[in-house]
């Protein structure tokens, strides 16, 4: 518990550093308003990180460390609030995927999407920070923010995987722009609530079949934990792992390797028919400022590494998995925009819930200076009619908001071309 709990801690103080680096550290107003981890916040003195030797255990009786498999009707009480699941009768993670794929000289047309009548493998996923209830923690009360991010960032996925996304609680955007009244209670019950929701899941819903984690921001610092002591250290379960899509979290290898770090026996995805494998990024337009919240081993939202120099911030680029460029498959939702982006990107009329600018941007994984990220470009220039990406006025945040819809046409074909080979 120790560790997880000063990783928790120091990521909840992160602006202690934040604050120190100047007038160009963003306020919590020019915070962007959807899917980040945190605001700069703070001004404690984080405290020194436990031993490596210490794993979390979970505050919940019923999400034990050895998270149980096996068929319906094991210990663990079937208490989840799922935001998503089969067979829940208002699923937002199940409804109509069709897009309006706009090209660039902006002709459009429609591309249908079925979600997968009997897909081979299930995909638990845990969205980013979102809530705008008041409270330190969110409750499980499905509020629409956490519809509008289950639409944008997992519901497309339903049509390789059954989606499993359970509520969480979460810490809010309220919590994160008054860290005052945040202590590391808060943090862990959070974490504690996503252990207990994994174990409902491996009890009563999983019955041995593969698995695809998919966490964004807060959400993938939840999972880089779950998995770090829950399945990384589990040989049975890791052969259950069809691979982890951890974006914006900051997970972290030895320098030039792919696998340690964060990790010790889960490698990063060298293919997109590898499995048991990770992916992770952090998109930036330039180069990481030396401040940077991501992409940087040595930032706020890494402090475990940022006294080791020979770690860095992994990159797999969703578009070419085994190195080098390749062109980005984007897709936005068309309504509940706002919840996501904070409406800063103006879309084309479309009739459909999606709609996709194939081969706007193009990603490659880069490394300067002790960075590595997703370098993303626009490839049409001026002649390409589709809107310009930007949601972020600051360069410490990158393009953190937009890391999964950015590339989610490409993740998406990723986790079908995995979930084939895992067969």
């Known amino acids: 518990m120790r560790r997880v709990t000063a990783r928790l801690a120091l990521l909840l103080s992160a602006a202690a550093v934040v604050a120190a ?12 308003s959807g899917g980040v981890s945190i605001a700069p916040v703070s001004t404690a003195t984080p405290p020194a990180p436990a031993t490596a030797s210490a794993a979390p255990a979970t505050a919940s009786a019923t999400a034990p460390t050895s998270t149980p498999s096996g068929p319906t009707g094991t210990a663990v009480p079937k208490d989840t609030v799922w935001l998503c699941r089969p067979g829940l009768a208002d699923n937002p993670c199940t409804g109509n995927l069709d897009a309006t794929v706009v090209d ?85 019950t959070a974490y504690s609530s996503v252990t207990a929701a994994f174990a409902d899941y491996m009890a009563n819903y999983n019955r041995g079949r593969g698995i695809v984690f998919i966490g964004h921001s807060q959400g993938a610092l939840m999972l880089i934990e779950l998995l770090k002591y829950q399945v990384d250290n589990d040989p049975a379960i890791r052969r259950q792992l069809v691979s982890a899509l951890l974006l914006g979290g900051n997970v972290t290898v030895p320098t030039g390797k792919t696998v340690g770090g964060d990790f010790a026996n889960i490698p990063a995805c060298g293919s997109s028919t590898q499995t048991g494998c990770v992916v992770a990024y952090s998109t930036f337009e330039t180069t990481p400022p030396a401040d940077a919240l991501f992409g940087r081993p040595n930032s706020v939202l890494n402090p475990f590494a940022r006294n080791n120099p020979n770690l860095q911030v992994l990159c797999v680029n969703p578009a070419a998995p085994a190195g080098g460029s390749g062109a980005l498959l984007t897709y936005y939702p068309t309504s509940g925009l706002s919840a996501l982006l904070g409406g800063s990107i103006s879309l084309p009329g479309a009739s459909t819930p999606f709609v996709a600018f194939p081969g706007e941007y193009s990603a490659e994984c880069k490394s300067s200076g002790g960075a590595t990220w997703l370098q993303i470009d626009r490839t049409g220039g001026s002649a390409d009619k589709r809107p310009t990406l930007r949601v972020t006025e600051s360069p410490q945040w990158g393009q953190h908001v937009v890391d999964v819809n950015i590339a989610l046409g490409n993740l998406v074909e990723l986790v079908g071309s995995e979930a084939a080979a895992f067969e």
């Open 104 to 188: 660039a000289s902006g002709k459009s047309q429609l591309q249908p999407t079925a979600v997968a009548a009997n897909p081979p493998i299930d995909c638990f996923y845990v969205y980013p920070t979102v809530s705008r209830q008041k409270t330190t923690n969110a409750n499980l009360t499905i509020d629409p923010e956490e519809r509008a991010v289950a639409v944008a960032q997992a519901a497309q996925f339903s049509s390789v995987c059954n989606v499993y996304a359970p509520m969480y609680r979460q810490l809010t955007l309220a919590a994160i722009a008054k860290p005052a009244g945040i202590s590391l209670g808060p943090a862990l």
């Open 21 to 32: 680096c100047g007038p160009s550290s963003p306020s919590p107003s020019t915070v962007p």
